[in-house]
């Protein structure tokens, strides 16, 4: 079974930046993705970003060009640098372990975007 703990939320002003860590209590280079999710309130959860076991990268039209995942095996931990912050990125931010037969989540941690 794999933990996962996301880390690096906060409050920003519209413009600013955040860096967003996922640390993972087992490996996660066997992972067929590790994903990022958002669920702002009175909304359903939605997908952000994801980055693939051979590197490659998926973004939600919402925050491509804004955003950037990276993966670090050796460290078991999954980042999303989010730039060019939106009032509208305001959410809880999920981390997803997919390992196809086993999915796992985070506990989450909010960002607020300030106008």
């Known amino acids: 079974q794999v933990q996962l703990v996301e880390s690096g939320g906060g409050l920003v002003q519209a413009g600013g930046s955040l860096r967003l860590s996922c640390a993972a209590s087992?490996?996660?280079?066997?992972?067929?993705?590790m994903g990022w999710y958002r669920q702002a309130p009175g909304n359903e959860r939605e997908w952000v970003a994801a980055?693939?076991?051979?590197?490659?990268?998926n973004y939600a039209d919402s925050v491509k060009g804004r955003f950037t995942v990276s993966r670090d095996n050796a460290k078991n931990t999954v980042y999303l640098q989010m730039n060019s912050l939106k009032p509208e990125d305001t959410a809880v931010y999920y981390c997803n372990a997919d390992f196809i037969s086993h999915n796992y989540w985070g506990q989450g941690t909010q960002v607020t975007v300030s106008s």
């Open positions: 087992g490996s996660i280079f066997s992972a067929n993705a």
């Open positions: 980055i693939w076991r051979n590197g490659r990268t």
